[in-house]
């Protein structure tokens, strides 16, 4: 192909698969020496995640009953014994109850209060460390506290509502089956939609004010300017932080301990606080380690999308 100029257009040469192999390992012994420096810190890595990870997967293939010592194996019968019992599809529902919603109200609150603390206003900063205050309080704390305010007899929601007329007898927050587990993601979309303030806040700040001042001069509105510059320098890390509430909400453990301990009737049974019980109520190591394995699993494939994302981002950057 010719170029208007009379110039050959040359199409880029693609390496092979071998040449590719060839190249990572000519990089990798000429940054021989900088991995050196950070090999102790890969050997500890190795030893405090690496062990415990490969030795829960190995008992995960191990029957390990509390009235006989030692462990015996039997393959993927734990595994096989988890999927086929209708509680572990039970508790999913639970789980996949807790954490979608949590997920979501957190952004949908986190997000526009991150888009009115990115416009300069009156006292700025103190509105800022306000909103933190939830992220910043221990989740130990959190669930005490808000335990407290749940309380039928002493609790402040339910005397509050009770002055206003809303309710006229007590509401069973805690300990009740239809309202425990929307109470419970109130508490956890109250605990964590600052973290996702403050990552769009971040990502607010790549935002060119440049390129807003020439679309607001071209006639855009402000709806417009959100949808067809700022969401798009967003997306990357509203996604970002999306997996890593997903994540985290799918591992979270302490508030719903600590508040109903899975109850009233597994209503709030979640998978951590499911194989919690199961290893260390019901002594059953070996089905809580392939409880485990699955759950790790799922994780790591929303772990594997959060590092595609990050790497696609680096890759842009440069």
């Known amino acids: 192909m010719i170029r208007s100029s009379g110039q050959p257009i040359t199409t880029p040469v693609r390496p092979t698969p071998q040449a590719r192999t060839q190249q990572f390992w000519t990089g990798l012994r000429k940054a021989g020496s900088d991995y050196l420096y950070i090999l102790p810190a890969l050997l500890v890595l190795l030893f405090v995640v690496g062990y415990p990870i490969g030795y829960t997967v ?23 014994t988890i999927l086929s019992n209708p509680e572990f599809w039970h508790v999913t529902l639970n789980t996949l109850y807790w954490t979608i919603p949590s997920t979501v109200l957190a952004f949908i609150l986190g997000v526009p209060a991150a888009l009115a603390l990115n416009r300069r206003l009156p006292l700025q900063g103190f509105l800022r460390g306000l909103l933190l205050i939830p992220w910043v309080i221990s989740n130990v704390t959190t669930a005490y506290v808000w335990r407290w305010l749940y ?11 009770l002055q206003l007329g809303i309710i006229d007898r007590p509401l069973q927050f805690l300990d009740s089956i239809r309202l425990v587990m929307p109470s419970l993601i109130v508490v956890n ?54 997996v890593l509430q997903l994540i985290s909400n799918l591992n979270h453990f302490t508030i719903p301990w600590l508040m109903t301990g899975g109850g009233p009737a597994r209503a709030s049974q979640i998978w951590s ?19 485990s394995t699955l759950v790790f699993g799922i994780i790591l494939l929303l772990a594997y999308f959060y590092v595609r994302a990050l790497t696609t981002q680096e890759g842009v950057n440069r």
């Open 151 to 161: 309380h039928s007899d002493f609790g402040l929601i339910n005397g509050f509502l």
């Open 189 to 242: 979309v109250w605990k964590d939609f600052p973290f996702v303030m403050v990552m769009t806040l971040a990502g607010l700040q790549t935002v060119p004010r440049e390129l807003l001042e020439a679309a607001a001069i071209d006639g855009a509105n402000a709806w417009q300017r959100f949808w067809r510059i700022t969401i798009p320098y967003l997306q990357n890390v509203l996604f970002v932080t999306f």
């Open 58 to 80: 190995a008992l995960s293939f191990y029957d390990t009953p509390p009235s006989l010592p030692g462990k015996y194996w039997t393959g993927l019968t734990n595994y096989r």
């Open 273 to 291: 606080i499911d194989i919690y019980t199961m290893a260390f109520q019901s002594l059953q190591f070996g089905m809580a380690s392939a409880y």
